[in-house]
C-alpha cells in the first residue's frame, strides 16, 4: 500500500507539473483504492483467525465433565456420521433403496467421503495434550462432514424418490455454498482418493466392531 501511495503522490506532483496525464493519475489513485481494499480484508481474515483461536481455546479451557468438553464432542459427532453413514453400508436392503449414498463416483457423495478422510487424518489422540489450532482444524473438518453427510443422504433420497436433488439446492437458500457443488468437475485422482477414504472407513468401522465383540466376549 505504501508503494500506491508513494506512486500517487508522484503522478499528482507530475500532473501539477505539467508532466503527468490526468490518467495516469487517476489510475494511481484506483490502484490505491485497491491496495486499501486488499489490506482491509487481509486484516479482516487475520481478525477472523485469531478470534476462532480464541474460540478454541476458550473451548478447550472448560472445566465441565469430560463427556461434555469440547474435543469428545467433536469426536462424538464424528462417530455418529460414520454410523449414520454405515446404517447404509451394512444393509443391503438400503444400499438398493438409496444406491448413491454408496458411490463414490457420485457427486455429493465423494464429497462426503472427501470430508470424512479429513476428520480422519485432523483427528486428534484425546489421551494427549492439543495445541488450540488442532482442535479447532478437527471441530472444521466434523462440521463439513456433518454438512456433507447430510447433502449426501439427503440427494440420495431425492434420486431414489425421482427428484432431482440439484434443482433443489437451487431452489433452496441455504446460507453456504453446497459442498457436493465444490466437486462436480473432480479429477479422476480426487475421485480414487474418495473410494480410498471410503474404504479405510469401512475397515477402520470393521476392526472397531470386531474389538468390542471380543472385550464383551471377554467380559
Same mark, same amino acid.
Given at each position: 500500500?505504501? &508503494?500506491?501511495? =508513494?506512486?500517487?503522490?508522484?503522478?499528482?506532483?507530475?500532473?501539477?507539473?505539467?508532466?503527468?496525464?490526468?490518467?495516469?493519475?487517476?489510475? /494511481? @489513485?484506483?490502484?490505491?483504492?485497491?491496495?486499501?481494499?486488499?489490506?482491509? /480484508?487481509?486484516?479482516?481474515?487475520?481478525?477472523?483467525?485469531?478470534?476462532?483461536?480464541?474460540?478454541?481455546?476458550?473451548?478447550?479451557? #472448560?472445566?465441565?465433565?469430560?463427556?461434555? @468438553?469440547? #474435543?469428545?464432542?467433536?469426536? $462424538? /459427532?464424528?462417530?455418529?456420521?460414520?454410523?449414520? +453413514?454405515?446404517?447404509?453400508?451394512?444393509?443391503?436392503?438400503?444400499?438398493?433403496?438409496?444406491?448413491?449414498?454408496? %458411490?463414490?463416483?457420485?457427486?455429493?457423495?465423494?464429497?462426503?467421503?472427501?470430508? #470424512?478422510?479429513?476428520?480422519?487424518?485432523?483427528?486428534?489422540?484425546?489421551?494427549?495434550?492439543?495445541?488450540? $489450532?488442532?482442535?479447532?482444524?478437527?471441530?472444521?473438518? &466434523?462440521?463439513?462432514?456433518?454438512?456433507?453427510?447430510?447433502?449426501?443422504?439427503?440427494?440420495?433420497?431425492?434420486?431414489?424418490?425421482?427428484?432431482?436433488?440439484?434443482?433443489?439446492?437451487?431452489?433452496?437458500?441455504?446460507? +453456504?455454498? %453446497?459442498?457436493?457443488?465444490?466437486?462436480?468437475?473432480?479429477?479422476?485422482?480426487?475421485?480414487?482418493?474418495?473410494?480410498?477414504?471410503?474404504?479405510?472407513?469401512? =475397515? $477402520? +468401522?470393521?476392526?472397531?466392531? @470386531?474389538?468390542?465383540?471380543? @472385550?464383551?466376549?471377554?467380559?
Amino acid at each position: 500500500m505504501r &508503494v500506491a501511495r =508513494a506512486e500517487l503522490a508522484g503522478r499528482v506532483a507530475g500532473r501539477a507539473a505539467g508532466s503527468a496525464h490526468p490518467v495516469e493519475v487517476s489510475d /494511481a @489513485r484506483r490502484a490505491l483504492r485497491d491496495a486499501e481494499a486488499g489490506a482491509k /480484508a487481509a486484516s479482516a481474515s487475520v481478525r477472523a483467525r485469531r478470534a476462532q483461536l480464541e474460540a478454541a481455546r476458550a473451548d478447550l479451557a #472448560l472445566n465441565a465433565d469430560p463427556h461434555r @468438553r469440547p #474435543l469428545p464432542r467433536a469426536i $462424538a /459427532a464424528h462417530d455418529a456420521v460414520v454410523t449414520r +453413514w454405515m446404517a447404509y453400508e451394512t444393509d443391503p436392503a438400503k444400499l438398493i433403496a438409496y444406491p448413491t449414498i454408496g %458411490d463414490a463416483g457420485d457427486p455429493s457423495t465423494a464429497a462426503f467421503l472427501l470430508a #470424512l478422510d479429513e476428520a480422519r487424518q485432523t483427528r486428534p489422540d484425546p489421551a494427549r495434550r492439543i495445541a488450540p $489450532a488442532e482442535f479447532g482444524a478437527y471441530r472444521d473438518a &466434523v462440521t463439513r462432514l456433518e454438512r456433507a453427510f447430510d447433502t449426501a443422504e439427503r440427494d440420495a433420497h431425492a434420486r431414489a424418490e425421482g427428484r432431482d436433488p440439484e434443482r433443489e439446492r437451487t431452489s433452496r437458500a441455504t446460507g +453456504w455454498q %453446497d459442498t457436493a457443488q465444490q466437486v462436480i468437475a473432480m479429477s479422476a485422482d480426487a475421485l480414487d482418493r474418495a473410494a480410498d477414504a471410503a474404504a479405510s472407513a469401512i =475397515a $477402520a +468401522w470393521n476392526a472397531r466392531e @470386531r474389538g468390542q465383540k471380543q @472385550r464383551k466376549e471377554r467380559d
